[in-house]
């Protein structure tokens, strides 16, 4: 399947390279996982807290930074993917733009120390978290759409 996946680096980061690849690698892993089955687009942004917040309060009115911001491009139900995905597909591209995420990589290497693990399992967790979201999964509470989406 060739999936487009568009990446912007702002963030300032040696290892941006290394984290880019896992990014992608894991974008791959969860729409395969999730049986996405025509080609799509996700737009990524690797940026840092200050940037983050700053779109954290311009769409979502929540003044502070966050680890990972997603837009999903459609409201899908989550396990059920479309059976026609032609009214999704951009007629340009012939691709479903599946939405775009926002990964503030200063705030992802705090939780990688905080947590023990490295860097690249956190973006990596960050990424499916946000691919998930891009497909219909959320969590506005602590129930059962929370437990859904942890056990994708």
């Not at 999730?34 to 929540?62: F, G, H, M, Q």
């Not at 597909?89 to 733009?97: E, G, L, N, S």
């Not at 023990?116 to 891009?134: K, N, P, Q």
Request: charged share 30%; proline share 5%.
């Amino acid at each position: 399947m060739k999936h487009n996946i568009v990446m912007t680096c702002e963030a300032k980061t040696p290892d941006a390279l290394l984290l880019k690849r896992q990014i992608r690698k894991c974008i791959l892993a969860a729409l395969d996982e999730e049986s996405v089955d025509v080609p799509c687009e996700i737009n990524v942004l690797l940026t840092d807290d200050a940037s983050i917040r700053a779109i954290n309060k311009a769409y979502r009115n929540i003044d502070k930074a966050t680890d990972v911001l997603s837009f999903p491009m459609f409201e899908l139900t989550p396990g059920e993917l479309p059976e026609d995905w032609s009214e999704y597909r951009d007629p340009a591209t012939h691709k479903v733009p599946l939405g775009d995420m926002a990964i503030s990589l200063e705030r992802a290497k705090a939780q990688a120390a905080e947590f023990g693990h490295s860097a690249e399992r956190e973006v990596g967790y960050l990424t499916i978290h946000s691919v998930l979201h891009l497909l219909g999964y959320d969590h506005v509470d602590e129930g059962p759409m929370k437990k859904q989406m942890r056990a994708r």
